[in-house]
Structure formats: C-alpha cells, structure tokens
C-alpha cells in the first residue's frame, strides 16, 4: 500500500466536515483579496460586456439578438416565431429565454420605448407607458427586423468592424453593428453597472443627422441650433431650459423637465391625459392621484380612469362643478409624475473603457469610428477590384497567343503540372495562372478575352479613385454626410415631444404642500374669538370657554390646510390658512380674529367661512331685503393676498350670509315677524363681490331683515305657508307653532 505524502508546509487545509465528526475549519483570506479575486472580474464583466452601451448604441444583448435575426434572414423577410428567435440567439448569448425575450421586447415596435423601433413585432408586446400590462409569452408573438435595420447591417460584410469568436468557438459575431448614423444619440438606453451607471436619451433621428452633418463641416458648430431638445416615443411637452440643456450637450450630465399633454372637454367637464412622460407609467399615476385624493390633498376631481385602448393611451379625469381645470393641472403637475424629471447620463464604453460624455464628445467619437469603418470598406472593395485586375493582367498575356496557352495545357501529362507550366510559359504567377486554366472551353475566344481586357481600364481608374478615399479623409467626410442625408430622408419623422419655450415654472411649490394635514374642528363665537381644537383633543376636553357675555356661533370639520374668510362690517375680506393658528384646548379663549387678522381700528367682525377649494357659493342678505350670490372663486387669489377690500356690497348693513355648497331652501326674517321661504336656484350666480344681488323681501319702511338660514336649519313646521311663488315678497306672518326662539331671533 503506497504511503500518503504528507502535506507541504504553508499549503491551505481543505474544509472536510465528515472527518471524524470533527467541524471544519474556517480559511481566513483578507477582504482586499477577496475584492481583487473574486468580486472585480465580476465588476469588470458587468460594466464592459453587459450593462454600458457602446459607440454603435447597443449593449451586448441588443448586438447579439439583432445579429442572430439578421442571419436568419430576417431583414426584409417574412416574420417568425419570436421563440425561434429566441433560440437561435442562444448561440450567441447564453443567457435564459426570458432574459432575450425582454431584450427583444423593448427593441419591439409593439412595446414603444424606442424612437425607431428595430424590430418589427405582431402580437402582443405589452406598452412602455404600462407597468401592469404583460406581454404575450414568446410561442405567441411573431418577429423581423424592421426596415431601418438595413442601417445598421449595411456593409457589415465589407470588413467594417471587427468579427470574434463567441463563447464556445463555434461561430463568429461582430464586435459593434456599423450603424450609418449616431444610433446612440436615436435609441434611449439605460444600464446599471457595478459602480456605474448609464442613462442616454433619445433625439430626434432628423435632428441628429442634421447636427452630425454640421459637426462634420465645423466641429465647433453650436449643436443646440441643430440638435434641439430630447424627444422621446411617449411624446409629452419638454420644458426648454437651454442652460440645463447646454450642461448636458456638453458635460453628459443633468437633467430636464417632461410633462403630460392633456385636453379638457368642457360640454363634459372632464379632462383627459393623452400623453404622459417617459420616465413614468398610467398606474403611477392613477395610483398617485388616488393617494392625493384619499388624503383630501384634492378635492376638484370625482372620478379617475384608465381608457387606454388601440386609439392609444387616454387617462379621464372626472371634475366636479365648479372645478378649474388649469389649476388642477398645475396641482397635478407638482404632485405627481405627470411632471416628471429625466436624469442624463451619457456613460458609453470607447474601446472597452467607460466615458461620461456630452454630445459633442459623443459626435466625435462617432465619426472618428465611423470615418475608420468607411475606410475600411473602400479598402476592402479596392483590394477585390485589384485582386481581379490582377487576374485580367494575366489573362492578357494569353491574348498574345492563345494558341500556345491551349498547347501547354494539351501537352501537359499531369493535372497539378498544368498552372506550372503556365505560368513558365507566359511569366505570370499561380493566382493567374489558376484563373486561365479555370477558363471554360467556350470562353476560349477573342471575342470573350477581349472584352474582359476592356474592364482593365475601367478598374485602374476605380482602384485609383478608392485609393484616394482611402487616403483622403475629407472625401470620406463626404460620403458620411451622403449617407446621413439618405438615412434622414427615408427614415426621418417629425417630433413627439412638443418643445414648450415659455411656460410656468413649478420649482416655486406652494407652501400649502409642505404644510401638515390633519383633521381639525374649528369654533367660533358671536365676539370673533376664534378655536381649532384636533378630534383627540376635543374628546378629552369638557366645555367650551367663551367670555362673559360671548357665546357659540359658527363651528365646522376641516382640514389644516383649508383656508378662512373672515368678512368685516366695512366690507373687507381677510384671508388666512387654518394652519396658521395653533392648535387650541376648549378650556381656552382662542385668538381674537381682529388682533390676530391686524384690522384695521375699529374694524369689526361679522361674518367667517372655511374653504378648501373655493367650490361653491356666498349668499349676501342685506337689511333691505336683498340677496346677493356670488361665487367663491371670486375671493380666490394666485399671490395668497390676505386682504380684499370691496368683499360684498356696502349699499346696505349685512344682515346674514351662508356658504352654498348645493342649492337649497332659505327661510328669510323680518323684524316684522314675517318669513320667506325660497329656493336658491331662483338666484343667479354673480362674478362681482360688490354685487348688490336681487330683491327677496319686500318691506315696510320701519321694518327690515332679521335673519336667514337654511329651511333644515330652522322649526318651521308648515313651509308651504311661507314658500315664495314668485320674487320679491312681503311674505307671512310667523305663527306661533313655527316659532322657535333660540334659532329665529327677531330683531326690534
């Protein structure tokens, strides 16, 4: 039995767990080690073979799906099972099925998240602007390349680019597609690395071969008059901000605003969304909005869908009445992805090493690699047209005797003699010789030889010209342009994203969103001392505390961001958010709204409200027996004034007035003991504050209006005695079973 050889000195012990039950012992390796051994290689693979898209505009995955179709002869061909597809670029791309089958879902025209999309899709590819919508698995959808690919394979047999073998050696694919136009300026890509990230943009394919074609004439040409704005498939309106925009063209970083385009219906008072931003999707939206709306954030809209069908995407909102639509917009805007920022980071791999670049950068990268690819094309077609003058030169020299040139190869005994003796023969080398003993019988005329000596010229004159490109790097500047232009006017579209140059900045937010929002119960008394107590409070608080001789008058459920009216006996309005008054305790006086509001002297108050959204309408009673209905939007302000002089009409004393949120009964007083009972919608809405409305009450001279409030509001059992046929009225008398002294107090 052979003896065991026992361990060198230094070597690591093997963990062996079953060797006599004992545990096995941990190797210590330093971090540093670990880092370098096993975690960069990993780092390195995923930033220059997987995630960083390269100066042809695609990742990895992109290239060897694209490749793979383009084998399959899937340009300009009839479609295919996309799970064809998908196992045939197995070849390439060892990774999962579901993982190409993205990758091929995001190139999709059905899918939307390119400009010009590459492949040309039927079926269902789910929508970019979707997060919930699946696409169909990959048996069910049918694939080919879309036309503008031709673009990016053309030539792609003329030695443009590099070839390498793939990852069992079995075939080769290309090292970058030899686009003919700066595809990595056209299609958005996005990729995170280990340590890095990328994030590219798309332009408008128009836009961008303009500017590459100015930049080719003058590298110092000013790409923003050229190259306007990102544009992206979902459409949407771009805010211009040319200082944001310039730091990116020429830096690779920054970022820009994108919102949604939206109309509103007015027959139908609803507004629908019809374009929503790139970076965000219809359930984020609906979502977000929900959650406002749930919050009592936004109170206008009534209803939210999603009618989204095969005439494209549509997002309805639904307002209440009285709601405006600009403004909620704005709302929505500042809330919710409907305005939403892209953050550029133009991060490409050149030559195998990352780089931030701006768009300049990334132009002169481009037409430097596409310069060399040109070159590389017109050298290879000039070394086959001189590979073949080289074989006509040959085959003149047999016209000089073409008997002779049969004799040799009659007399020649041995098959593999025949290119040797021939080429004694006539002096010329193997190439030609085995180009001549290939000639067919039939050819062996004047007539044939001649004319293929006649292309002689032809070519010296071609090989010529190429050797010029070739050498000439302003001529192949030319053909680039040539190209570009022809790629802009067959594949060329107009822009989708609108760009807005004058619009309303949202950066300034209004103070209301970062103001908290709870519920509150607010009170105040007959004197103006004013109350806002939280519900927690309230249940643990016992009576409210009033001033000798004050007492209860007004109270109401809000939120901490509703806003207050107080109306003064000199027609003023002060305007004030509820947040601006700190919480109180019943037990407590609360803030005297004259002192707190800064009246003027001797300025009293008469009247208050509580608002969240100014929906709704005021009703002015005056003591002459006028009623005055004015909508609230008319107190609303842009610049949160806290003041409004001419509030209501100063013809007459203010007897009452009430918030109209839907038309209703109103019970109106006398000091005479008389009442009328009238519906709202007898009176028309007024715009103006100053308004002095229309005449209810008819009164006797010495006499004048008590009071009003709503019918529920009062113990006016038999209505039909007091209810108005028409306006104005004396009205009737109150009888005694009507009468109620603690709510319909007549005035002497």
């Known amino acids: 039995m052979p003896k065991k050889k026992a361990p060198e000195e230094g070597a690591k012990k093997v963990n062996n767990p079953n060797v006599m039950g004992l545990r096995p012992e941990v190797l210590e390796q330093p971090i540093t080690e670990t880092l370098e051994i096993n975690y960069m290689p990993y780092a390195m693979s995923v930033i220059v073979s997987r995630a960083i898209p390269e100066i042809d505009g695609f990742k990895p995955s992109h290239r060897k799906l694209l490749y793979t179709m383009y084998q399959m002869h899937l340009l300009g061909g009839a479609r295919t099972k996309s799970a064809n ?10 990774h999962g099925d579901a993982a190409i089958y993205d990758t091929m879902v995001r190139l999709s025209r059905g899918y939307g998240a390119l400009l010009h999309p590459l492949v040309d899709s039927k079926g269902n590819f789910g929508k970019v602007y979707s997060r919930d919508m699946a696409w169909a698995a990959s048996r069910y959808t049918e694939v080919r390349l879309d036309p503008i690919c031709a673009e990016l394979f053309r030539d792609i047999d003329q030695d443009t680019v590099d070839f390498v073998d793939n990852y069992d050696g079995s075939m080769q694919e290309p090292t970058l597609l030899p686009t003919t136009f700066p595809n990595v300026l056209v299609s ?8 890095m990230a990328s994030n590219l943009c798309g332009f408008n394919l128009g836009e961008v071969c303009d500017a590459t074609v100015a930049f080719l004439k003058n590298p110092q040409v000013n790409l923003l008059d050229h190259l306007k704005a990102p544009d992206f498939p979902t459409g949407g309106e771009l805010l211009y901000d040319e200082g944001a925009l310039r730091q990116i063209y020429e830096t690779g970083r920054g970022s820009f605003q994108v919102r949604a385009k939206w109309r509103y219906l007015k027959g139908e008072n609803l507004i629908e969304i019809y374009e929503i931003p790139y970076t965000t999707t219809v359930e984020a939206i609906m979502d977000k909005v929900a959650e406002l709306v749930k919050g009592g954030k936004i109170r206008e809209i009534a209803d939210m869908r999603d009618e989204t069908d095969l005439n494209g995407l549509k997002i309805t909102i639904d307002l209440k009445r009285g709601a405006d639509p600009d403004k909620l917009m704005t709302r929505l805007f500042r809330s919710t992805t409907l305005q939403d920022s892209f953050s550029c980071n133009f991060n490409i791999l050149i030559a195998g090493m990352p780089r931030v670049m701006g768009v300049r950068e990334i132009l002169d990268e481009w037409t430097g690699w596409r310069m060399e690819g040109v070159r590389r094309r017109t050298y290879f077609v000039m070394k086959k047209k001189q590979d073949k003058l080289h074989l006509l030169r040959g085959l003149k020299k047999i016209l000089l005797d073409i008997d002779r040139a049969i004799k040799i190869i009659r007399e020649t005994e041995e098959d593999d003699q025949v290119v040797p003796n021939l080429m004694i023969g006539f002096g010329i080398d193997d190439v030609q010789a085995e180009y001549v003993a290939d000639i067919k019988l039939r050819n062996i005329n004047k007539e044939y030889i001649l004319k293929r000596i006649e292309e002689v010229a032809g070519l010296e004159e071609e090989i010529a010209d190429l050797q010029d490109i070739v050498n000439n790097p302003g001529r192949i500047k030319k053909l680039i342009v040539a190209e ?5 006017k067959k594949y060329a579209v107009p822009r989708r994203t609108e760009i807005v140059y004058e619009y309303q900045t949202a950066a300034a937010e209004d103070a209301e969103d970062e103001t908290p929002d709870y519920p509150v119960h607010v009170f105040c008394s007959r004197e103006g001392y004013f109350k806002k107590i939280t519900p927690q409070s ?10 000798e001789g004050d007492g209860p008058w007004l109270q109401w459920e809000a939120s901490n961001r509703d806003e207050l009216l107080v109306f003064t006996d000199r027609q003023q309005c002060y305007k004030a958010r509820l947040s601006d008054f700190d919480d109180s305790k019943a037990s407590l006086l609360g803030d005297f709204l004259p002192t707190k509001l800064g009246m003027d002297p001797g300025e009293g108050f008469v009247w208050a409200c509580v608002t969240a959204d100014y929906s709704g309408h005021l009703l002015f009673f005056f003591e002459n027996g006028k009623v005055a209905r004015v909508a609230l939007s008319a107190y609303q302000t842009q610049t949160r004034r806290k003041k409004l002089t001419g509030a209501y009409s100063d013809k007459s004393p203010l007897a ?8 209703t009964e109103m019970a109106v007083t006398s000091t005479e003991g008389r009442v009328v009972v009238f519906h709202t919608a007898a009176l028309t809405p007024k715009t103006t504050r100053s308004t002095q409305g229309v005449n209810v009450m008819t009164l006797k001279p010495k006499y004048k209006v008590a009071d009003a409030r709503p019918l529920a509001d009062t113990t006016i059992v038999n209505a039909a005695r007091y209810r108005a046929r028409s306006l104005p009225i004396a009205g009737m008398l109150l009888r005694p079973e009507d009468r109620a002294e603690e709510q319909m107090t007549l005035l002497e």
């Open 85 to 94: 597809v998908v196992g045939q670029t197995m070849k390439l791309n060892p």
């Open 188 to 195: 958005a890509n996005q990729g995170i690395a280990v340590g």
């Open 656 to 663: 009452a007035a009430c918030l109209l949120t839907e038309d």
């Open 484 to 488: 570009l232009q022809a790629v802009q």
């Open 538 to 547: 309230l249940r643990m608080s016992g009576e409210q505390k009033y001033k």
